[in-house]
């Protein structure tokens, strides 16, 4: 049997299984039938959405089960 693999995010810019960014937006808008605003709304309504989640999870996670692990809302900036 072999082991799981498991995710490393220093990998992952690098892993031709993710996406290409150029690809993802022209998905999102496809979806959306070239509508800009309305794959704007939807995106910011999925962070929202993910946000609240984030939320809810880190209320009722106790601080050993994540080793003291925090979440940050705002991601990190290049």
Excluded: N
Excluded at 6 to 17: E, G, H, K, N
Excluded at 60 to 75: F, I, K, L, Q
């Amino acid at each position: 049997m072999q082991p799981a693999k498991s995710f490393r995010p220093d990998l992952a810019c690098s892993t031709p299984a993710w996406p290409d960014r150029a690809w993802e937006v022209e998905a999102v808008l496809a979806w959306h039938d070239d509508d800009a605003k309305a794959a704007i709304r939807t995106l910011l309504d999925d962070c929202r959405h993910l946000r609240r989640q984030l939320a809810l999870a880190e209320s009722v996670m106790s601080r050993g089960m994540a080793r003291g692990w925090t979440p940050r809302y705002e991601r990190d900036t290049l």
